[in-house]
């Protein structure tokens, strides 16, 4: 199993995540070998058994609906990097 | 009396309520020894000792009041007891970094609540512990800030994620820490210290406030240097809270521990999928021995099988990084952490989670992303949750025939700083036994059974069926009534 840089290029895409040349070319190499020993598990014949996504028996929450007092705005805010009229503020979203 | 920052959890906890020692001269000989170890073991990212301080003139005040029959309510379980607190696990006001330096000036508006059971219990907060960033690794190498230094070798890795907490406690800087386990992250470091460590049942204790790494992994789990001392602090952690979906309602048993060490009618199980060749020998030599010392004590020793183990590895780093990619979506610079500014916000996005995550983060997302991505989904992450379910039937299988499992914890002892550099394969198998647990979702608790030629410690892992913690800490507790690993001291 060995990722072209392009795949590498577009996983990062998808993920949001800027690298530089080197990085690109380390995760290809480290990528590749990661999903090569992974590949092992695709000799397994899996048919009829569900996945298991919670160890947890299956079970709703459920809670009463009512009001409760959360984070202040001040607070929620306090973390933020740009703070503008008690919203976050963020460059240009679309052109 | 042995030097007060060398005191057990019961120890203290009895010298405190009997007035022979009072908490500020406790937190004041952890503070010194932590002043005095810090600069060659690295264990803290925060330190807290102003509100170490008065959390202790606030727990004297209380003591003497009851003392004096003013205050006739009852006192806090561990009321003084100083404690640390693995980075990921967040305390209102304190910076919590999770060993990033996307959080490095991260404050939380609120608190874990398994902190905040312990607060309530009476504890003295006395810093933040160095972790892996975001508790991805097993050597602490992987923090943002530096490594961890292992108390017993100090050119040795603590283990991780929860390195920081292990050494700590190994190193006698504080009676207990807490820290978090979603493949291994406090069994080995604590196998890699000299300490003993459990990660509880998935669901036992709320992960409400743990900063979120692979949510049907993460464990919040204990480090202390005895089983009982590590119960003690079970009980407190473990419970129900509706502000965890995950949290399970299961009554939570009073440990009960007894002097007597005998171990009469508990079956004992051993994979022998867990002692394979590459493991160290006197890993496998003290594990073998330890059993054996369990089995004199009267367990009987069954052989168990657990076929799908060889592919717990492959399926874990597949399932934590696609969790972690989700996860770690939030890491956008627009309500919290670091921005590296741009014109446009897709690219600074990408630029923030480029300069803010360290090299093993970026791995892990990246894998992830692939593992969850289009044409590869059903393939990777699918077969991978399949594959998780016949490992978890290993479990339920086997614990219909011994009450315990017993392994190594890690294959060596710990290994070098540096030691597995940029081959992250070779680092993901120092999790091969491990693992397992939190793919089935079991408890798994580990303890010194023992030290290599080199002076390492060894430890064994006991794991147990869903909710059954009790037996692990009965097993554990035998074996340090009648063995003295746990109380050596690495010289420092």
């Given at each position: 199993?060995?990722?072209?840089?392009?795949?590498?290029?577009?996983?990062?895409?998808?993920?949001?995540?800027?690298?530089?040349?080197?990085?690109?070319?380390?995760?290809?190499?480290?990528?590749?070998?990661?999903?090569?020993?992974?590949a092992?598990?695709?000799?397994?014949?899996?048919?009829?058994?569900?996945?298991?996504?919670?160890?947890?028996?299956?079970?709703s929450?459920?809670?009463?609906?009512?009001?409760?007092?959360?984070?202040?705005?001040?607070?929620?805010?306090?973390?933020?990097p740009?703070?503008?009229?008690?919203?976050?503020?963020?460059?240009?979203?679309?052109? | 009396?042995?030097?007060?920052?060398?005191?057990?959890?019961?120890?203290?906890?009895?010298?405190l309520?009997?007035?022979?020692?009072?908490?500020?001269d406790?937190?004041?000989?952890?503070?010194?020894?932590?002043?005095?170890?810090?600069?060659?073991?690295?264990?803290?990212?925060?330190?807290?000792?102003?509100?170490?301080?008065?959390?202790?003139?606030?727990?004297?005040?209380?003591?003497?009041?009851?003392?004096?029959?003013?205050?006739?309510?009852?006192?806090?379980?561990?009321?003084?007891l100083?404690?640390?607190?693995k980075?990921?696990?967040?305390?209102?006001?304190?910076?919590?970094?999770?060993?990033?330096?996307?959080?490095?000036?991260?404050?939380?508006?609120?608190?874990?609540?398994?902190?905040?059971?312990?607060?309530?219990?009476?504890?003295?907060?006395?810093?933040?512990?160095?972790?892996?960033?975001?508790?991805?690794?097993?050597?602490?190498?992987?923090?943002?800030?530096?490594?961890?230094?292992?108390?017993?070798n100090?050119?040795h890795?603590?283990?991780?994620?929860?390195?920081?907490?292990?050494?700590?406690?190994?190193?006698?800087?504080?009676?207990?820490?807490?820290?978090?386990?979603?493949?291994?992250?406090?069994?080995?470091?604590a196998?890699?210290c000299?300490?003993?460590?459990?990660?509880?049942?998935?669901?036992?204790?709320?992960?409400?406030?743990?900063?979120?790494?692979?949510?049907?992994?993460?464990?919040?789990?204990?480090?202390?240097?005895?089983?009982?001392?590590?119960?003690?602090?079970?009980?407190?952690?473990?419970?129900?809270?509706?502000?965890?979906?995950?949290?399970?309602?299961?009554?939570?048993?009073?440990?009960?521990l007894?002097?007597?060490?005998?171990?009469?009618?508990?079956?004992?199980g051993?994979?022998?999928?867990?002692?394979?060749?590459?493991?160290?020998?006197?890993?496998?030599?003290?594990v073998?021995?330890?059993?054996?010392?369990?089995?004199?004590?009267?367990?009987?020793?069954?052989?168990?099988?657990?076929?799908?183990?060889?592919?717990?590895?492959?399926?874990?780093?597949?399932?934590?990084?696609?969790?972690?990619?989700?996860?770690?979506a939030?890491?956008?610079?627009?309500?919290?952490?670091?921005r590296?500014p741009?014109?446009?916000?897709?690219?600074?996005?990408?630029?923030?989670?480029?300069?803010?995550?360290?090299?093993?983060?970026?791995?892990?997302?990246?894998?992830?992303?692939?593992?969850?991505?289009?044409?590869?989904?059903?393939?990777?992450?699918?077969?991978?949750?399949?594959?998780?379910?016949?490992?978890?039937?290993?479990?339920?299988?086997?614990?219909?025939?011994?009450?315990?499992?017993?392994t190594?914890?890690?294959?060596?002892?710990?290994?070098?700083?540096?030691?597995?550099?940029?081959?992250p394969?070779?680092?993901?198998?120092?999790?091969v036994?491990?693992?397992?647990?939190?793919?089935?979702?079991?408890?798994?608790?580990?303890?010194?059974?023992?030290?290599?030629?080199?002076?390492?410690?060894?430890?064994?892992?006991?794991?147990?069926?869903?909710?059954?913690?009790?037996?692990?800490?009965?097993?554990?507790?035998?074996?340090?009534?009648?063995?003295?690993?746990?109380?050596?001291?690495?010289?420092?």
């Amino acid at each position: 199993m060995k990722l072209t840089l392009e795949e590498v290029q577009h996983i990062a895409e998808l993920a949001r995540l800027e690298l530089t040349p080197e990085e690109e070319e380390l995760y290809q190499q480290q990528l590749s070998a990661i999903l090569e020993y992974a590949a092992r598990l695709q000799q397994l014949d899996t048919t009829g058994i569900a996945p298991t996504a919670s160890v947890l028996p299956p079970h709703s929450v459920l809670r009463v609906d009512e009001v409760k007092p959360g984070l202040t705005t001040d607070a929620a805010l306090r973390n933020a990097p740009q703070v503008e009229q008690s919203q976050f503020r963020v460059p240009p979203v679309l052109e | 009396m042995p030097e007060l920052n060398e005191l057990s959890v019961r120890q203290a906890v009895d010298a405190l309520r009997s007035g022979e020692i009072s908490s500020l001269d406790l937190t004041r000989a952890c503070l010194a020894r932590i002043d005095r170890l810090e600069p060659e073991v690295h264990a803290f990212l925060t330190r807290t000792s102003d509100l170490a301080l008065r959390q202790a003139e606030a727990a004297d005040r209380q003591l003497a009041a009851h003392r004096a029959g003013r205050d006739e309510s009852p006192l806090p379980p561990l009321l003084g007891l100083p404690l640390a607190v693995k980075d990921v696990l967040a305390l209102e006001g304190v910076r919590c970094t999770c060993g990033s330096k996307i959080l490095e000036n991260f404050i939380p508006p609120y608190t874990a609540t398994s902190v905040e059971r312990l607060l309530k219990a009476g504890v003295v907060v006395v810093g933040k512990t160095n972790t892996d960033e975001f508790a991805m690794g097993s050597s602490t190498e992987n923090s943002a800030y530096g490594p961890t230094h292992n108390p017993w070798n100090l050119d040795h890795v603590p283990g991780g994620s929860s390195g920081g907490s292990a050494a700590a406690v190994a190193s006698r800087m504080v009676p207990a820490a807490v820290g978090s386990d979603t493949g291994g992250s406090v069994r080995q470091p604590a196998s890699y210290c000299g300490v003993t460590g459990l990660k509880p049942t998935y669901g036992r204790v709320s992960r409400y406030g743990l900063v979120a790494y692979g949510s049907s992994l993460d464990a919040v789990g204990a480090f202390a240097r005895s089983a009982e001392d590590v119960a003690l602090l079970f009980e407190i952690i473990a419970g129900h809270d509706r502000r965890d979906a995950t949290s399970m309602d299961v009554a939570v048993p009073k440990i009960q521990l007894t002097p007597d060490p005998s171990l009469a009618g508990i079956r004992i199980g051993v994979p022998k999928e867990y002692f394979i060749a590459g493991i160290q020998p006197e890993v496998e030599a003290g594990v073998r021995r330890a059993i054996a010392q369990l089995e004199a004590l009267g367990a009987s020793v069954h052989e168990v099988s657990l076929p799908y183990t060889e592919y717990a590895l492959p399926v874990y780093y597949l399932i934590a990084p696609a969790e972690a990619s989700a996860n770690l979506a939030r890491y956008d610079g627009v309500r919290f952490g670091l921005r590296e500014p741009a014109a446009q916000i897709l690219d600074q996005y990408k630029r923030t989670r480029g300069a803010g995550f360290g090299p093993e983060v970026k791995r892990r997302i990246m894998l992830g992303t692939y593992a969850l991505s289009a044409g590869y989904y059903d393939a990777y992450y699918g077969q991978a949750q399949k594959v998780r379910t016949l490992i978890k039937r290993d479990f339920e299988q086997a614990f219909t025939q011994v009450d315990a499992i017993a392994t190594p914890v890690a294959p060596t002892t710990a290994f070098r700083i540096g030691e597995h550099g940029d081959d992250p394969l070779a680092m993901y198998l120092e999790d091969v036994f491990t693992l397992p647990t939190n793919l089935a979702g079991v408890p798994g608790l580990a303890f010194p059974v023992g030290f290599d030629e080199h002076g390492l410690p060894v430890g064994m892992q006991l794991m147990g069926a869903h909710f059954h913690e009790e037996i692990l800490f009965r097993l554990a507790h035998a074996y340090q009534q009648v063995t003295d690993w746990h109380q050596r001291i690495p010289i420092l």
